[in-house]
C-alpha cells in the first residue's frame, strides 16, 4: 500500500495536515484487522533496525513499540538509560553519534525535555519517532487515542470530546486537542484553573472548570493522570479531595451522552482521577482497546517512516 506521508520523521500532531492524519488512521485500521487475524506481516522491516530509547520510564508505550516492531520484521533494541553510558555523563549528541555509527533505521524516544527528540532529528540518519517529550506532545498516543474513537463512534469530524484533568503537565492532551481540533471535533478541556495552561483558549479549545457542566452532552470523556512528579508543590490539593472535584466517578459521567466512551491514556491512578468502577466497566470504558490500538497506529507509523527511509535512501 503506498501512503503519502511526506515526512522523514513523527515528532508532533501539531502541523500535521488532516488528510495525513486520516491516512494514518486507515492504515493502522488494517492493522488493527491484521493483529486481530493473528497474521504478522514480517518482511516490511526485515534488516531494518529499530532502536528505543527511553529517558523515562514506559510501560505501554515502550512494549508497544517493541512488539509493533517485531511484527513488521525489525530487529529491536530497547536501550534504557539507566544502563547506558547517559549515566556516564554522556550528552544527547554523543549518543546520536553512536547510535548513527550502529545504523540505526528507526529511532523511538522518550525523554523529559521537551524538543529532544526534534534534537536528536537533525543530527541522527535515522527515522525519530516521539514517543512523549516532557509537556510538549506523544503523537503516537493521540493517534491510537482517534482511532479508538473513530472505531467507536465512527467519525471524529463534530464529536464533543472532554479532556480531564491534569492538562497542564500532559503532552497526551496536547497532543490530543491539536489531532482533535484538525478532524473538527469539539474539545473541551475540564479541570482546575491550577491545572489548565494559559494557552488552551489559543488552542481552539473550549475551558471549564466544573465536571457537570464540561462533561454536558460528551461524546468521549478522556481522563489524565495527576502527574505529580511534574509538578510543583501546591498545584492541588490532597488526591481525596481531587476525586470529590475532578475525579470520573458514575454521578458526574451521568452528564455525558448515555452512550458517551471513557478513556484513559494509562498508567491510571485509581481512586485520583478515575473510580475503578468505571475504569473496569466494558460498557463505558475503552481503555483495553486504546492499548490493543496502540500496537496497530505504531505499525502504521513505523511502515510509513521506513517507506520514507526508501525513498530517501
Ligand atoms: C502517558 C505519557 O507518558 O505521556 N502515558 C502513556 O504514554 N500512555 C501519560 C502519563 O504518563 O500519564
Not at 520510564?57 to 529491536?76: P, Q
Not at 547510535?99 to 525523554?111: F, K, P
Not at 489548565?196 to 493522570?225: C, K, N, Q, T, Y
Request: charged content about 25%; glycine content about 8%; hydrophobic content about 45%.
Amino acid at each position: 500500500m503506498s501512503l503519502p506521508y511526506p515526512h522523514r520523521h513523527l515528532l508532533a500532531i501539531e502541523g500535521l495536515e488532516p488528510p495525513y492524519i486520516a491516512g494514518l488512521l486507515d492504515l493502522a485500521e488494517s492493522y488493527a484487522l491484521l493483529n486481530r487475524s493473528g497474521k504478522t506481516q514480517r518482511d516490511l522491516l526485515r534488516g531494518r533496525t529499530l532502536i528505543n530509547l527511553f529517558f523515562e520510564d514506559s510501560t505501554r508505550t515502550r512494549t508497544s513499540f517493541e512488539l509493533a516492531g517485531k511484527r513488521l520484521g525489525a530487529d529491536v533494541i530497547n536501550m534504557s538509560v539507566a544502563t547506558s553510558s547517559v549515566s556516564k555523563g554522556e550528552t544527547l549528541l554523543d549518543t546520536a553519534a553512536t547510535l548513527n555509527a550502529m545504523n540505526c533505521d528507526l529511532l523511538v524516544v522518550r525523554h523529559g525535555q521537551s524538543g529532544a527528540p526534534a534534537l536528536l532529528a537533525q543530527k541522527v540518519s535515522a527515522a525519530v519517532i516521539n514517543a512523549g517529550d516532557g509537556t510538549h506532545e506523544h503523537p503516537t498516543q493521540a493517534l491510537l487515542d482517534a482511532l479508538t474513537i473513530r472505531r467507536r463512534k465512527g467519525r471524529l469530524e463534530g464529536l464533543t470530546v472532554a479532556i480531564c484533568g491534569d492538562i497542564l503537565h500532559s503532552r497526551v492532551a496536547r497532543s490530543n486537542i491539536h489531532l482533535l481540533t484538525a478532524m473538527n471535533a469539539r474539545v473541551r478541556v475540564v479541570g482546575p484553573p491550577t491545572l489548565i495552561p494559559a494557552e488552551a483558549a489559543r488552542l481552539g479549545v473550549e475551558v471549564f472548570h466544573d465536571m457537570r457542566s464540561g462533561l454536558r452532552d460528551a461524546d468521549v470523556v478522556m481522563m489524565l493522570r495527576l502527574q505529580r512528579e511534574r509538578m510543583a508543590a501546591g498545584l492541588v490539593p490532597s488526591s481525596r479531595e481531587f476525586f470529590r472535584f475532578w475525579g470520573l466517578d458514575a454521578e458526574k459521567l451521568a452528564a455525558a451522552k448515555p452512550d458517551a466512551i471513557v478513556m484513559h491514556p494509562g498508567p491510571m491512578n485509581r481512586g485520583v482521577e478515575i473510580d475503578s468502577a468505571i475504569a473496569d466497566d466494558p460498557a463505558r470504558s475503552v481503555i483495553g482497546e486504546q492499548v490493543e490500538m496502540g500496537v496497530a497506529v505504531r505499525m502504521a507509523v513505523l511502515d510509513v517512516l521506513s517507506r520514507q527511509l526508501l525513498r530517501n535512501a
